[in-house]
């Protein structure tokens, strides 16, 4: 048995979490920014990060009274050190650097976009990484920052098959919000709107799937584009803008939502299919989107087996970063050079399987 304590402040969430043996979770404590970075409509990195200080210790100190542990019960510090806000990611890993010198405790970095897909195996029985039947598997991680397919196949060698070109679905998601005045975040307020709205009122354009009349480019088959529909949104808002009534922004909030959906699950679906996959996973923020989760349930082929995990897991925790962790204890830090990076490299192996 061992415990990792995991540290995750990679953007505007403040969460540490204790994992015992890489799933079972015994504490996650988040706190948010939200209602810090809803007067700007997005997140501010220096503003993140200054809300990081202050929050880090009280939060520390919930998650170890939660689950009734002390620093010297852990087998090493798992952190975030990338991808994400630079600002915000320092104040973690930090933090964390400074825990596991003064508690004489392993160092694990660990990815955030990992952390995702890992997200989905929290509160399990691990045995389900060893069976064959399990892969590949096709992870679609879906969030403010990435809309990416990752194939994983039973050695644990990854190849990102797909990634967007420029936005991401949650940053669309975002704006859109913004530009129909729901406030933030945007995928939770587009969502309820959503629900009162028609989701075929409106026929947003769906980016390099080939409705539009133009064929997709085979390298980018798999890709995914949400600046154009941006666009598409900002001149339909613009061609009605006076006649902005509720009506009005629950069908167009129900039709981007569906054109976003659409694409997601379209690629998806195709993806799996094309190369065979065992399990589907779905995570990233986006993933809290019920019609999407409901659509991929709908859609996933009969050779596969779709895993999502609660929206507790799928928005920024620490859980998933401590529980990644777990499987990088062997190969822990012991120096304390490690630094944070904002971007997300490529991909070729992941530390959960093989």
């Known amino acids: 048995m061992s415990m990792i304590l995991g540290i995750e402040t990679s953007c505007d969430e403040t969460s540490v979490a204790v994992v015992e043996n890489g799933s079972r979770v015994l504490s996650n404590v988040v706190a948010t920014q939200i209602e810090r970075h809803a007067v700007?409509?997005?997140?501010?990195?220096?503003?993140?990060?200054?809300?990081?200080?202050?929050?880090?210790?009280?939060?520390?100190?919930?998650?170890?009274?939660?689950?009734?542990?002390?620093l010297s019960d852990f087998a090493g510090i798992g952190v975030t050190n990338g991808p994400g806000l630079m600002p915000a990611?320092?104040?973690?890993?930090?933090?964390?650097?400074?825990?596991?010198?003064?508690?004489?405790?392993?160092?694990?970095?660990?990815?955030?976009?990992?952390?995702?897909?890992?997200?989905?195996?929290?509160?399990?029985?691990?045995?389900?990484?060893?069976?064959?039947?399990?892969?590949?598997?096709?992870?679609?991680?879906?969030?403010?920052?990435?809309?990416?397919?990752?194939?994983?196949?039973?050695?644990?060698e990854a190849h990102q098959i797909g990634f967007t070109i420029d936005?991401?679905?949650?940053?669309?998601?975002?704006?859109?919000?913004?530009?129909?005045?729901?406030?933030?975040?945007?995928?939770?307020?587009?969502?309820?709107?959503?629900?009162?709205?028609?989701?075929?009122?409106?026929n947003f354009p769906r980016p390099l799937t080939?409705?539009?009349?133009?064929?997709?480019?085979?390298?980018?088959?798999?890709?995914?584009?949400?600046?154009?529909?941006?666009?598409?949104?900002?001149?339909?808002?613009?061609?009605?803008?006076?006649?902005?009534?509720?009506e009005f922004i629950n069908d167009t909030a129900a039709s981007f939502q569906e054109a976003i959906i659409d694409v997601l699950s379209r690629k998806t679906i195709a993806a799996a299919t094309e190369f065979g996959a065992r399990s589907i996973i779905l995570c990233g923020g986006v993933a809290c989107n019920q019609p999407l989760r409901e659509r991929l349930k709908s859609l996933c082929p009969s050779h596969a087996t779709l895993r999502i995990a609660p929206p507790k897991y799928c928005t920024d925790n620490a859980a998933m970063?401590?529980?990644?962790?777990?499987?990088?204890?062997?190969?822990?830090?012991?120096?304390?050079?490690?630094?944070?990076?904002?971007?997300?490299p490529v991909i070729t192996k992941v530390p959960f399987i093989g």
């Not at 970063?321 to 997300?344: C, I, K, Q, Y």
């Open 321 to 344: 970063v401590a529980g990644l962790a777990w499987h990088s204890l062997n190969n822990a830090e012991t120096a304390f050079g490690v630094d944070a990076f904002a971007r997300l």
């Open 40 to 70: 700007f409509g997005g997140v501010v990195p220096e503003l993140a990060a200054r809300e990081h200080l202050v929050a880090l210790m009280p939060v520390l100190n919930a998650a170890l009274h939660e689950s009734g542990t002390k």
């Open 210 to 246: 080939g409705t539009s009349g133009k064929a997709t480019p085979p390298e980018h088959k798999y890709n995914f584009s949400f600046s154009g529909i941006k666009t598409a949104l900002l001149y339909h808002v613009r061609k009605y803008q006076n006649e902005l009534s509720p």
């Open 89 to 156: 990611l320092l104040v973690g890993l930090n933090f964390a650097k400074g825990l596991a010198a003064a508690n004489d405790l392993p160092l694990i970095p660990t990815n955030h976009f990992l952390a995702h897909i890992y997200a989905s195996f929290l509160d399990n029985d691990l045995i389900v990484l060893k069976q064959p039947s399990t892969y590949p598997i096709l992870a679609l991680v879906v969030s403010g920052g990435h809309s990416s397919l990752l194939l994983i196949n039973a050695e644990g």
């Open 167 to 202: 936005d991401a679905a949650g940053e669309a998601l975002d704006k859109a919000a913004k530009l129909l005045g729901l406030g933030y975040p945007g995928g939770p307020a587009i969502q309820q709107a959503a629900i009162h709205g028609n989701p075929k009122a409106f």
